[in-house]
Nanobody, 120 residues
Framework: QVQLVESGGGLVQVGGSLRLSCVVS????????MGWYRQPSGQEREMVAQ???????VYRDSVKGRFTISRDNAKNTVYLQMNSLKVEDTAVYFC??????????????WGQGTQVTVYS
């Protein structure tokens, strides 16, 4: 059974920083594409950043230059460093694990989510 446990969310002022962590078990972490998604209150879940097993990264436009996704295969952990935070970054952030060769959907695994609140 795949388990993802996020941590690092919290309350931060505009312009501040947070680092989210997600520890993964029950899967071959090093093969998986890992991602961070977020869901603002009352809105759809959206992709924030992804990192493949070869460490190719993809970001949504609104976070480019501010957020950095990284992975540590020795620790089965994926990180999201968030700098220069804005009020519009406020959301529940979810960690995602996608097995090698999967197109997503039912093959994805998700964490329970961690709240990030940015205030002015």
């Amino acid at each position: 059974q795949v388990q993802l446990v996020e941590s690092g969310g919290g309350l931060v002022q505009v312009g501040g920083s947070l680092r989210l962590s997600c520890v993964v078990s029950g899967t071959t972490f090093s093969d998986n594409t890992m991602g961070w998604y977020r869901q603002p209150s009352g809105q759809e879940r959206e992709m924030v950043a992804q990192i493949t097993r070869s460490e190719t990264t993809v970001y949504r436009d609104s976070v480019k230059g501010r957020f950095t996704i990284s992975r540590d295969n020795a620790k089965n952990t994926v990180y999201l460093q968030m700098n220069s935070l804005k009020v519009e970054d406020t959301a529940v952030y979810f960690c995602n694990s996608r097995p090698l060769g999967s197109g997503g959907g039912d093959n994805d695994s998700w964490g329970q989510g961690t709240q990030v609140t940015v205030y002015s």
